[in-house]
């Protein structure tokens, strides 16, 4: 079995996840330079530790670069403090007028408080840059390489958690109304108002393009060991949960040279395992990638594992 579906011109983001060591990032390159020799297409590391310029042994960074020896693949490292960093100086000014309209800070605390860093930051400014990217339309796929588990979670929770933010904004916003409008009898909407409307259409946009099959899918890469199957068991329940449903997984790594006893002891050892995963995950079109020799890293290792993925001949 092959990765179906993803040429579908409906279908704009497709995101990699799965614990840590499973071939995320090769997978997730190695789908992207498929799908660029077809469409305009941009990958995005939302990891921190950003594997994708190791992989391609290319240098990358926090800008849009153009993968050497690609067809239309370019390439992008989100840095989440710096995404953070460029959204405070384009809001400052509605982030300093809420909080002096809101709270009892002065003008001192407040500069202090807008060079803070926020908890729980790093995986909103990653998903609000992906969607950033998507609305400017640049592209026409957009491939998302994540970190392990935890984070392509909390990537995927981000717009609740910036939906909390916006509610907490709100009420603070609405006492400051209410003041305004026992003084003056009415109430004119603001530069804040603006701003805290647009980021709940931002929230609204993450939420839809997640749920919409025909648009999002998330494809989870696992490899036949009893930690990632348990790991990738959690993902699936946790992902449901967000209405977002998988329809096909990547095992990876599997041993299917019977040459050496090495060979053949690792192959019995994944048998198991691998019937495990067909009966956990049985739902799902399951593409199984055999053990390559050499490490996945550069164009030639990328290419080859590209032609497994998609079946290519």
């Known amino acids: ?24 990032t090769s997978c997730a390159i190695a789908a992207a330079l498929s799908l660029s020799e077809n469409f305009n297409t941009l990958l995005i590391s939302t ?22 020896g690609s067809a239309k693949l370019w390439a992008i490292e989100v840095v989440a403090d710096e995404a953070l960093s460029g959204f405070k100086t384009q809001h400052r000014g509605e982030l300093k007028k809420l909080l002096e309209t809101s709270t009892n800070l002065d003008n001192d605390d407040i500069d202090d ?30 491939v998302v390489d994540t970190a392990p588990t935890g984070h392509a979670l909390r990537l995927i929770a981000s ?10 904004a709100a009420r603070m916003r609405w006492k400051y109304r209410y003041m305004i409008t026992s003084f003056s009898g009415s109430y004119q909407q603001d530069d804040v108002d603006t701003f805290l409307l647009s980021l709940k259409k931002t ?18 890469v696992c490899i036949a060991e009893s930690m990632a199957i348990k790991e990738t ?26 040459e050496c006893d090495f060979c053949q002891r690792r192959k019995a ?45």
């Not at 579906?5 to 995320?24: A, Q, S, T």
């Not at 921190?48 to 042994?57: N, R």
């Open 159 to 168: 717009p609740k958690l910036l939906d909390e933010w916006i509610k907490m």
């Open 1 to 24: 079995m092959a990765l179906t579906g993803l040429e579908n011109n409906d279908l704009k983001l497709i995101i990699f996840g799965g614990k840590g060591g499973v071939g995320k």
């Open 47 to 68: 990891d921190p530790a950003h594997s994708v310029s190791d992989c391609l042994e290319q240098q990358i960074g926090f800008k849009v670069t153009k993968v050497e």
């Open 233 to 258: 068991g959690r993902l699936l329940a946790d992902l449901g949960k967000s209405e977002i449903i998988p329809k096909q997984i990547i095992v990876n790594n599997v041993m299917v040279s019977d």
């Open 113 to 142: 408080l807008l060079t803070l860093s926020i908890p729980g930051i790093d995986e909103v400014m990653s998903f609000k840059t992906i969607i950033d990217f998507i609305e400017e339309g640049g592209f026409e796929k957009y």
């Open 203 to 220: 929230v609204k946009r993450i939420e839809n393009i997640l749920k919409d099959k025909t648009k999002c899918e998330f494809i989870p």
């Open 269 to 313: 050892g994944q048998l198991p395992y691998l019937q495990e995963i067909a009966e956990s995950f049985s739902e799902l079109n399951k593409v199984e990638v055999p053990m390559f020799a050499e490490e996945i890293k550069g164009m030639e290792a990328l290419n080859k594992l590209k032609k497994v993925l998609l079946s290519e001949n």
